[in-house]
């Protein structure tokens, strides 16, 4: 079943506050002992509803520390605290959609059309 995940981008948020840091950093080290990690195109996290300043930036290490320095993975496009989720305000994210990732400016573009 891990071939579902090849060239995918793979978008998680936590539940309204709820899901610790700890927590989300077990879930991304989970995805990376099962291989999900090596098969995505990107990784892009919701912004952390009721999070502190402080508890975001947690977020932000805890993630990229698993991906970089757990399981070497340098490449993976990866963009924390997107509005999506259970946010506000929320962008929709359709998914099945071809989707591009630029980092460097923290912009997702989809590549199609969502609706015909």
Same mark, same amino acid.
């Given at each position: 079943? +891990? ?6 981008? @793979?978008? @998680? /948020? ?22 999900? @990690? !090596?098969? *995505?195109?990107? +990784?892009? *996290? ?8 402080? /508890? ?19 490449? @993976? #496009? ?10 506000? #305000?929320?962008? *929709?994210? #359709? ?8 980092? !460097?400016?923290?912009?997702?573009? +989809?590549? !199609? #059309?969502?609706? +015909?």
């Amino acid at each position: 079943m +891990l071939s579902f995940f090849n060239d995918k981008i @793979l978008f @998680l /948020e936590n539940a309204e506050g709820t899901t610790t840091v700890e927590q989300i950093r077990r879930t991304i080290r989970s995805y990376g002992m099962q291989g999900m @990690l !090596e098969r *995505i195109q990107g +990784l892009l *996290i919701g912004r952390a509803r009721d999070y502190s300043d402080q /508890e975001k930036e947690q977020l932000d290490d805890a993630i990229t520390s698993v991906v970089r320095d757990e399981f070497q993975n340098h490449t @993976l #496009p990866i963009i924390t605290n997107v509005d999506f989720g259970h946010t506000d #305000p929320m962008f *929709i994210l #359709p998914i099945g959609i071809r989707t591009e990732i630029n980092c !460097e400016e923290k912009r997702i573009r +989809l590549v !199609e #059309p969502s609706v +015909l």
